[in-house]
């Protein structure tokens, strides 16, 4: 699977925002998952999609306030 398909899979815009792609992975997973659904490889590929583009994401660069900062001295 490449990543244009990882997007496809999901049924999201290439470039979407990772809140985006997390809200439709976890409606799919509800929908597709094994104790729901009678075929599990539906919810093995939805699972692979959201891993893949995962990885493709930069990471999360923690936010620094004030308030931080002011409680490490």
């Keep these: 699977m490449d990543l244009a398909q990882a ?3 999901l049924e999201v815009e290439v470039g979407a925002s990772m809140s985006e792609i997390k809200r439709k992975y976890r409606q799919m997973a509800k929908r597709y998952h ?28 923690p936010s620094i306030t004030v308030g931080s900062l002011m409680g490490a001295m």
Excluded: G, L
């Excluded at 094994?34 to 660069?61: G, L, Y």
């Design 7 to 9: 997007y496809r899979t």
């Design 34 to 61: 094994p104790d729901k659904c009678a075929d599990s490889t539906i919810f093995a590929t939805i699972t692979q999609a959201f891993q893949m583009i995962e990885k493709q994401q930069p990471p999360a660069v």
